[in-house]
Nanobody
Framework: QVQLVESGGGLVQAGGSLRLSCAAS????????MGWFRQAPGKEREFVAG????????YYGDSVKGRFTISRDNTKNMVYLQMNSLKPEDTAVYSC????????????????WGQGTQVTISS
């Protein structure tokens, strides 16, 4: 069982930055591939970024490439999402997810989810 708790969301102006954090419980954190997903009102959940169990491999959705950076610290059971050059269309609830297997961009294949943190970008 893994519990995930996100933090770091908020309201920022377009062009600004935010850093989201995801704290994971459990002693086997390094066994889980991790992903960040977002969902805006009336839209489907969207893959944002993911990182492999070792942290070596990182993956990004097309809409955030070059602006967002995902990282993890397996010694602290933490995953981070650094978001730069934010745009109003980045407004959404951001959730981290854990999968006890290889990385995937498919939300339905993740085993555990956090409650999400709201990110709002004003124009």
């Amino acid at each position: 069982q893994v519990q995930l708790v996100e933090s770091g969301g908020g309201l920022v102006q377009a062009g600004g930055s935010l850093r989201l954090s995801c704290a994971a419980s459990g002693r086997t954190f390094s066994s889980y591939a991790m992903g960040w997903f977002r969902q805006a009102p009336g839209k489907e959940r969207e893959f944002v970024a993911g990182v492999t169990r070792s942290g070596i491999g990182t993956y990004y959705g097309d809409s955030v490439k070059g602006r967002f950076t995902i990282s993890r610290d397996n010694t602290k059971n933490m995953v981070y999402l650094q978001m730069n050059s934010l745009k109003p269309e980045d407004t959404a609830v951001y959730s981290c997810a854990a999968r006890r297997a290889v990385f995937t961009t498919t939300p339905a294949e993740y085993d555990y989810w956090g409650q999400g943190t709201q990110v709002t970008i004003s124009s």
